[in-house]
T-cell receptor, first 114, second 114 residues
Framework: SQTIHQWPATLVQPVGSPLSLECTVE??????LYWYRQAAGRGLQLLFY??????ISSEVPQNLSASRPQDRQFILSSKKLLLSDSGFYLC?????????????FGPGTRLTVT | AQSVTQLGSHVSVSEGALVLLRCNYS??????LFWYVQYPNQGLQLLLK??????LVKGINGFEAEFKKSETSFHLTKPSAHMSDAAEYFC????????????FGRGTSLIVHP
């Protein structure tokens, strides 16, 4: 069976500090990978998605970036955090072999920028 | 283009009462439809999906949803609410043959009273 991991689970960082969130998927190969953000009381905002190693598409221009150094690894980064970067970050994957492409989500990372 | 509207940001029911969460979609081609549940501080979990095989879809935890093309709806129901059903519920749509990225609704918070 497939499993998706995210770490850390919670993070408190000062404004201007760097960020690195990691997501890994087990039990599948060549998944589509996604980063979402949930601000408090709001819905899901798609940040980045990737269809393969080194292939990143950005949905929202911001001070965040994403990388996919390995097939099942997806990293979200920032050089300098802003207060507005606070939120709940979710990684998700979908299988390219299905017609429905339903997404499966990780447990999330709660980021608080102070 | 595709879109999802979830009617009611909050729905309150008594334990044992019927749960009805509303979702209307817009899609220019036959859609794939999904319901997800999110418990506090957790990722989203797939409840059920519609793939055109059957209009009444049964999911986990006793939930089901009915696809009604004429009403462009995909409402989620459960005959008897349990306290453990209290969570955020998201409806999502993806156009068949289109982008593999779904469009999510803004979510409905289900509150269950004892």
């Amino acid at each position: 069976s497939q499993t998706i991991h995210q770490w850390p689970a919670t993070l408190v960082q000062p404004v201007g500090s760097p960020l690195s969130l990691e997501c890994t998927v087990e039990g599948t190969s060549n998944p589509n990978l996604y980063w979402y953000r949930q601000a408090a009381g709001r819905g899901l905002q798609l940040l980045f998605y990737s269809v393969g190693i080194g292939q990143i598409s950005s949905e929202v221009p911001q001070n965040l970036s994403a990388s996919r150094p390995q097939d099942r690894q997806f990293i979200l980064s920032s050089k300098k955090l802003l207060l507005s970067d606070s939120g709940f970050y979710l990684c998700a994957w979908s299988h390219i072999g299905t017609a429905t492409y339903e997404q499966y989500f990780g447990p999330g990372t709660r980021l608080t920028v102070t | 283009a595709q879109s999802v509207t979830q009617l009611g940001s909050h729905v309150s029911v008594s334990e044992g009462a019927l749960v009805l969460l509303r979702c209307n979609y817009s899609s220019s081609v036959p859609p794939y439809l999904f319901w997800y549940v999110q418990y506090p501080n957790q990722g989203l979990q797939l409840l059920l999906k519609y793939t055109s095989a059957a209009t009444l879809v049964k999911g986990i935890n006793g939930f089901e949803a009915e696809f009604k093309k004429s009403e462009t709806s995909f409402h989620l129901t459960k005959p008897s609410a349990h306290m453990s059903d209290a969570a955020e519920y998201f409806c999502a749509v993806r156009a068949s043959g289109g982008s593999y990225i779904p469009t999510f609704g803004r979510g409905t918070s289900l509150i269950v009273h004892p």
